[in-house]
């Protein structure tokens, strides 16, 4: 049996939980039923019409959120854990199914919430709460486009300083991939610094089908959106990326990138100089992409691309057939196949045809 002494510690503490919570438990329940009427008024009709959660109604959720978070935090003891904390917005996440409140230890006490209101992708945000003059405070909160996820990431050797991975990813384009932003965020005190983003290194925007985050390993498979590329095609060219993490900084340094379907760029990159030449009537370049003169002649003037996926058969690796079309009768367009083979010179130009109906 266990002793007297301990069994009165233990009553006493199910009793504090019970009874008080974190500095006064009437506070938290108005949060959670505050909270609970205005995901059933205002969320619901967001998760129903599909339309923008109000920022007036969002800033009072969060608000609720972080009051809740804080006040565990100053109140210290069990109250302050992490596994309480959790325990609490899991409450706030049940009164609301579409809700994901999670949030993860950055290191050097900073804490990072990472919110998502409605499963619809709306009234998304990134928290940090940390402490200020002593307590516990929110030291920075932001918004952006898409849905976030917060991944820990090795703090730098400061002791003072936390560090953290943070990905936006925007609505999927319907064939496997979306629009993806990469952070490493950098905290010391009430400074939060940027000392990594994709877009620098993306200008163009960055269409991952593939996010991977290992350890100190980030492994991201993305589209390459080239001349020629369409939208929904498969085979199509992409890269995979593998950054690791610089000890020092807690930044990101490429180690390696691998190409996949790579020769369906160096496939349309003939295919785009061939319309090119084809619409100028460049007999030069033409001769160069098409060596066969009696193909040249059965080229129709005004021939262009047309959008349907380009065929290949793993079986014939060096064929390919792009579909085109030219003018018809009645401002028709009449659909045409090109046959392309892959050379020594690279791809070229070995056969055409209209389609037979």
């Not at 302050?80 to 290191?107: C, H, K, N, Q, V």
């Not at 200020?132 to 002791?159: C, H, K, N, Q, T």
């Not at 200008?203 to 089908?209: H, K, R, T, V």
Request: charge should be neutral; include cysteine.
């Amino acid at each position: 049996m266990l002793a007297p002494a301990l069994l009165a510690l233990v009553a006493s503490l199910v009793a504090c939980l019970l009874s008080t919570g974190p500095a006064g438990a009437a506070e938290p329940r108005d949060r959670l039923e505050r909270f609970r009427e205005l995901a059933a008024r205002r969320l619901a009709l967001v998760e129903e019409t599909g339309g923008r959660l109000d920022a007036e109604v969002q800033d009072e959720i969060e608000a609720l959120v972080d009051a809740e978070v804080l006040e565990n935090l100053r109140s210290g003891g069990p109250f302050a854990s992490l596994e309480f904390i959790r325990d609490r917005l899991e409450a706030f996440a049940d009164a609301w199914g579409g809700a994901s409140l999670r949030i993860t230890p950055a290191g050097a006490g900073f804490l990072v919430g990472r919110f998502l209101l409605s499963a619809k992708g709306v009234g998304n945000s990134i928290r940090l709460y940390g402490r200020s003059d002593g307590a516990p405070a929110l030291i920075e909160a932001w918004r952006e486009d898409g849905v976030p996820e917060v991944f820990p990431w090795p703090s730098p050797r400061a002791r003072d300083t936390a560090a953290f991975l943070a990905a936006w990813s925007e609505a999927p384009t319907g064939w496997g991939s979306r629009p993806l932003r990469l952070t490493v965020w950098r905290v010391r005190g009430r400074a939060l610094s940027a000392t990594w983003r994709s877009a620098a290194l993306y200008p163009d925007g960055l269409w991952a089908s593939q996010l991977a985050v290992k350890g100190e390993t980030v492994f991201i498979r993305y589209e390459l959106r080239y001349p020629g590329w369409k939208p929904g095609c498969d085979v199509q060219s992409e890269q995979e990326d593998t950054y690791r993490v610089e000890a020092a900084t807690g930044s990101l340094t490429l180690v390696s990138r691998q190409l996949f379907n790579g020769w369906h760029r160096e496939l349309q990159a003939a295919v785009t100089r061939f319309f090119a030449a084809q619409e100028k009537r460049d007999a030069r370049e033409l001769a160069g992409l098409v060596p066969a003169a009696g193909v040249r002649k059965k080229l129709p003037a005004g021939l262009g691309p047309e959008t349907a996926c380009d065929v290949h058969n793993p079986d014939m690796p060096r064929v390919a057939l792009v579909a085109a079309s030219a003018p018809g009768e009645n401002g028709r367009r009449v659909p045409w196949t090109l046959w392309w083979g892959r050379a020594a010179s690279g791809w070229r130009l070995s056969d055409a045809a209209p389609v037979l109906r």
